[in-house]
């Protein structure tokens, strides 16, 4: 699977944006997928993930509420709506692709990495 991320950009606290992750390979819909974000500084956080299928969705505490993971598997994409964006969420997104559900938040379970993209929220 390879993972092209997109959708970032510069926006004020309170706005919205919205990532997309397109994804080539035949395996999309059978894999669990996350996103994942890094500040400068600081470690890799998972942000939010969902299950093949899209039955099961998992977000970090900080998010809850503000982002919503989806996917389109007919169209081998991911997304993640961000919305009440705040500046403690700037960091570089990434999309992951894995194979196991109960790994959901370990980076290392994740076999495929998109490139990142970056979000910046200013004050």
């Known amino acids: 699977v390879q993972l092209q991320a997109s959708g970032g950009g510069l926006v004020q606290a309170g706005d919205s944006l919205r990532l997309s992750c397109a994804a080539s390979?035949?395996?999309?819909?059978?894999?669990?997928m996350g996103w994942f974000r890094q500040a400068p500084g600081k470690e890799r956080q998972f942000v939010a993930g969902?299950?093949?299928?899209?039955?099961?969705?998992l977000y970090r505490d900080s998010v809850k509420g503000r982002f919503t993971i989806s996917r389109d598997d007919a169209q081998n994409t991911v997304y993640l709506q961000m919305n009440s964006l705040k500046p403690e969420d700037t960091a570089v997104y990434s999309c992951?692709?894995?194979?196991?559900?109960?790994?959901?938040?370990?980076?290392?379970?994740?076999?495929?990495w998109g490139q990142g993209t970056q979000v910046t929220v200013s004050s």
């Open positions: 390979g035949r395996t999309f819909s059978e894999s669990t």
């Open positions: 992951a692709a894995g194979d196991q559900w109960r790994l959901v938040k370990i980076a290392r379970a994740y076999r495929y």
């Open positions: 969902i299950s093949d299928g899209g039955s099961l969705t």
